[in-house]
């Protein structure tokens, strides 16, 4: 099965789906539309139904081979679409055989995959790795989950013995834009549950999530001739390093783990006149996530009192929330992928996300998704890998969930 792994990855991978967080569009870039379609053609070539919409929402079903009626069914999701934070054009995948665990050159360019700096790699010392050429990002998230969910549902195919209810597929576009599941027809899809193929290193199994706003702060100086500025002058850059400032310099990313939550300046733009800053916002506990962002609108207030035409602007907009919510009360469809890591000898790691899947947004329309492991690390840039041993394991997930799902109680 390696080898089916590594020549559908290698094929995926080439193919440029870069998503555009400034198209308006969905899918937000027509390049999408390659990989939908090929994936179109595979799916039916498999003998399975598929439905396409205009928003390049693939689905697919694979029916069960049971006699009596299961009645659950189950989905599996993964998404087309790869980061726009890095070159995404002519990827060049690299095949290391049994990995040393020594640092490894990238290409012809200055990058080194070095454990010492990923300390993640030391988990797949002696397996087969799928790396870049340092030049773009892999691409691995994540369409090493759609390798998965393609070579599991093949699996399936090829092995009637293996008895399973009706399957359903969905390959999605715009997930890395925050955009996947928004025009996500959980009606159309018609599963009882679905599990995102999108995480990263072995055993994860994870089913919570931040809670997630993004905020727009926005900075209004006024410019006059610093010869003459005094008690005149309002200087944009500074009122946005002020309010930056005013934020607690611990709860960022760099200085945070596990639960915590965290402010991230993403951008800070400007001139005197006019300066932008670009956060995001998130919080395990719902509390204390609503408790950040109105911190942002009290530093805010606390600048505009110094000055007569409040200056300071902050836009907030909730993204996704924690779905832990709509999980956790479902015990079972975490129990699942449990025994079946538990069959294959997987220790289950169910740490929170530090960041969402389109299951954080599907489990609150309707659609409980939690999210599985698929192999790869370092996602969104050129130091990406991807496990075909780990890739493997994943997609025996696929297979025993399938099965265990049809099992009778």
């Not at 919570?208 to 209004?220: I, Q």
Request: glycine fraction near 8%.
């Amino acid at each position: 099965m390696k080898e089916q792994i590594i020549n559908r990855l290698t094929r995926y991978v080439k193919i440029d789906t870069q998503s555009d967080p400034n198209s308006q569009s969905t899918p937000s870039t027509d390049k999408q539309w390659d990989l939908l379609r090929l994936l179109e053609n595979e799916l039916q070539a498999f003998g399975l139904s598929t439905d396409i919409d205009e928003y390049g929402y693939l689905f697919a079903t694979l029916e069960s081979n049971v006699d009596d009626e299961v009645p659950t069914t189950v989905g599996f999701l993964a998404h087309v679409d790869t980061s726009p934070d890095f070159n995404a054009t002519n990827v060049q995948p690299q095949i290391i055989d049994n990995y040393d665990g020594q640092a490894l050159q990238l290409g012809d360019t200055h990058r080194v995959l070095n454990p010492s700096v990923f300390p993640e790699l030391n988990q797949v010392v002696g397996h087969t790795l799928m790396v870049t050429d340092g030049t773009s990002l892999l691409g691995a998230d994540d369409k090493a989950g759609v390798v998965e969910i393609m070579e599991g549902i093949k699996y399936l195919i090829d092995h009637p013995e293996i008895k399973h209810g009706r399957i359903r597929v969905g390959f999605t576009p715009d997930e890395e834009i925050g955009r996947g599941p928004h025009k996500f027809d959980v009606a159309r899809f018609n599963a009882d549950f679905a599990y995102t193929m999108d995480g990263s290193q072995l055993g994860e199994l994870q089913f919570e999530s931040f809670n997630a706003a993004e905020a727009t702060v926005t900075c209004h100086g006024v410019n006059v001739h610093p010869g003459s500025a005094k008690n005149a002058m309002v200087n944009a850059i500074n009122l946005g390093q002020q309010f930056n400032s005013l934020l607690p310099p611990s709860e960022v990313p760099e200085r945070t783990e596990g639960y915590e939550g965290f402010y991230h300046l993403m951008s800070f733009e400007g001139n005197v006149e006019k300066a932008t800053l670009q956060y995001i916002i998130r919080d395990h506990d719902k509390k204390q996530f609503d408790l950040r962002k109105k911190r942002m609108m009290e530093i805010r207030d606390d600048i505009n009192t110094h000055y007569e035409d409040f200056p300071v602007k902050v836009d907030v907009h909730d993204q996704y929330y924690n779905m832990a919510e709509k999980i956790k009360p479902l015990q079972h469809i975490i129990d699942i992928p449990k025994r079946v890591f538990a069959k294959l000898d997987i220790e289950p790691n169910t740490e929170p996300i530090r960041g969402g899947t389109d299951g954080s947004q599907l489990s609150f329309m309707g659609l409980p998704t939690p999210n599985i492991f698929t192999g790869c690390g370092n996602f969104h840039g050129p130091f990406e890998y991807a496990s075909i041993d780990v890739m493997e394991k994943a997609v025996q997930v696929v297979v025993g969930i399938a099965e265990e799902v049809a099992k009778k109680e």
